[in-house]
């Protein structure tokens, strides 16, 4: 299933989301007119739909792509189908995690000569930076790449009955009511990978023109209530599904992120770039830091904080890239934290990397605000 690569821009998509009512900021919908509500719905884990914009595709495409990425990132390429993706990482040469992705095989239903194609679902901001660094290597293969974002509508569906519906969208059926996790469906024009189910069934869809994604949009919202994408991050967090961004690419590890325990990296499949240290670490280190879903609650009226704007989802001091220390010592860093969404008016939740030693023992903050430590994530077997 190819793109639509005559897809200039997605002018019909946005006006048809500003006739479902949601408000942009930067032409980019932040929500549909009650962001409370929006939240409620998603923490509640209700039916919900939203418009993912801040989700890049970059594409690897030829006759070794499989090969080429193969020898570059962290997933196992024979393990992935067009029925079937995976999580994996890119890291440089020092084993840290330049960008977090799902890789996608593309079915370009041209019969059995079709040419391999693969799309790496990542923030949008990564794509330049991850295009830039495997073009230097890509040149050697039978292979091309592309930033292909602009030619895809990405959309976000979850909630009790998503499964069901994707299954009907679809015209499939699975043995168990909910899909396992990167199970991907496939049609013309439309794409759909399943995300961890750990909160709820979670899909990614994918449409390659406003109308595919309008129709979608419409069957499902009958059942569903529109949301701003921050409340997706929300269920993101909430799952445990930590995606390195632009901000802290190249400052941890992907076994600080779970990857090595969510199938994010395989450790049988040979040789890649940085796959020495990731190797060294998994088999021969002791893991110092982890990954931890912590919630900040805070004070608007305290200085510094009132820059906060939660309906707007500008975070300022508690977003991607802040540090966590020690309360009683801010000068102590003991983590970092990767992705944050507000849970309330007056709460965040986030995923951080954070020492183990010093998150099950001590009392950690955000520049003078308390912390809470609500779980580790994954545990080690």
Known sequence: MAANNHL??????????????????????VSFGN?????????????IITNLDQTGLLEVKGEEARQFLQGQITSDLDLVSTELAALGCYVNLQGRAIASFRV????????KD??????????????????????????????????????????????????QFIQTEFNTALNNENCPTNTTFQDEGRLAVTLSSALC???????????????????????????????????????GDAAITEIVSEAVMPAELGYDRNGGISFTKGCYTGQEIVARLHYKGTPKQDLYLIKIDFDLNKAGFDK???????????????KVTLSENLNTVVGTIISAAPASSNSIECLAVLKIAKAESANLGVDSTPVTVLKRIYSFS
């Open 308 to 322: 906060i704007n939660v309906e707007n989802n500008d975070l300022t001091v508690f977003d991607s890239g802040t």
């Open 114 to 163: 079709s040419i391999p194609c693969f799309l790496l679902s990542m923030p949008i901001s990564l794509v330049p930076i991850v295009m830039a660094r495997l073009q230097k290597y890509i040149v050697f293969s039978k292979a091309e790449l592309q930033d292909v974002s602009s030619q895809w509508i990405k959309l976000g569906l979850s909630g009790p009955d998503a499964s």
């Open 8 to 29: 200039s821009s997605n002018t019909e998509w946005i006006e048809y989301l500003i006739q479902q009512g949601a408000d942009l900021n930067d032409d980019t919908p």
């Open 35 to 47: 962001p409370s509500k929006e939240r409620e719905v998603a923490s509640s884990l209700g039916n």
């Open 104 to 111: 996608i095989q593309l079915d370009d239903q041209d019969g």
């Open 201 to 239: 069934p979670r899909y990614e869809i994918y449409c390659n023109n406003a109308a595919n994604a309008t129709k979608l949009w419409q069957a499902w919202s009958k059942t569903s209530t529109p949301v701003g994408s921050i409340n997706w991050l929300l269920q993101d967090i909430r799952s």
